[in-house]
């Protein structure tokens, strides 16, 4: 069973519930036996308080048990070359989660049209801009497409997300990919593509594991009760024969 977490919202966020308080979530991820978790709050642009990090650092400093605990953040790109924190910002965190596709956004630019084939192009354009971004440590939920955001129910996103992989350069990505590993950048394993019904990105995640990129591990949680979804990653897993040794981890990148 996966015993790691790295991508959780407390409720700094504004789209997490209330209850996602960081000793609540420390105290439900220790009941469940986890080995390590990490924090990452969204950042709308300079709203973010710095102090409400400081505040979260200063907290999960106190807590002296057995998990591994990590103060990181969910950053964005709007696009090329401009990700929604400043590096400075970006700086206080133990790693930044870097989304290439929150469309729903403000400031995301989005696929030109409603075509597989924009989507196509459009979507290896944000997220190779999040893997040329030097502050980028893992890509969260990259090819997974939000349904709400384009009015579609998820049958028909599942169905058009299917056809936008077809129109995907493979020699492209598998480019980018070499880059990911090459970088130790993880590639996120969230259990929402399955909630969404986009089961064809196995092959994307085998793509990933051929080309000796680490697999980020992932709830994407905003209540408490979904801090256990990413048990639903259990089957995917297996089938992907993902061993430890495929798995990111935070790093310390001093010297
Ligand atoms: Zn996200
Ligand atoms: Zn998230």
Known sequence: MLKIDYHIHTQISPCASEDMEIHRIIQAEEERGMNAIGFTDHCYGFEYKILRAEAARKEISQYDGSM???????????????????????????????????????????PDAMTPRSFAIHEMYMFEAALNCPF?????????????????????MAEFSAEVMTCIDDKRLAYALDMAAQREIGIELSPRFLSLRQSHLMEFYRMCLERQVKLFIGSDAHALDALASVDLLQPAI??????????????EWAW
């Open 68 to 110: 591994e605990v990590f103060l990181g953040l969910e950053a964005h790109m709007h696009q090329y070359r401009h990700a929604s924190v400043m590096l400075e910002f970006a700086a206080q965190f133990d790693y930044v989660l870097m989304a290439p596709n929150h469309y729903h956004l403000r400031g995301v630019v989005r």
């Open 238 to 251: 297996e089938e992907l024969e993902v061993g430890e040794e495929n798995l990111w981890y935070p790093k």
């Open 136 to 156: 980028t440590d893992a890509i969260a939920h990259p090819f997974v497409f939000l349904p709400s955001t384009f009015g579609l129910n998820v049958d028909e």
